[in-house]
């Protein structure tokens, strides 16, 4: 084979990126029976699952508010989990969603419960 079109058609190619997606930042707080039924240890466990970063925590209020971080695909597979599955026992009415912005970088380095 002709080495210039080796070359031509290796240049052709086209990979999938590694990280060519927007790693974004979201705010989150989730209404209904969401506390008191290891809502933020799930919360926890799927956003690791998924490789966000971030961190969920009890409101006085009620609810559960937290913040998400990572590529855009994973950030909207987590919100739609936060608005239809959650914990086993937990019933969610709606879950808010705002202040979504692009992120050059994560500013956290795991996804943490706080008391």
Do not use: C
Request: charged letters at 25%; proline letters at 3%.
């Amino acid at each position: 084979m002709n080495p210039n079109l080796l070359l031509f058609f290796l240049a052709s190619i086209t990979l999938p990126a590694m990280s060519d997606e927007d790693l974004i930042s979201v705010d989150y707080e989730v209404y209904g029976r969401v506390q008191g039924v290891f809502f933020r240890k799930y919360t926890q466990a799927e956003g690791k699952r998924l490789g966000l970063v971030g961190w969920v925590q009890n409101t006085r209020a009620g609810t559960v508010q937290g913040q998400l971080q990572g590529p855009r695909s994973k950030v909207k597979e987590m919100q739609e989990w936060l608005t239809s599955t959650g914990s086993p026992k937990s019933h969610i009415i709606k879950a808010e969603f705002k202040n979504e912005k692009v992120i050059d970088s994560l500013e956290h380095s795991s996804f943490n419960i706080v008391k």
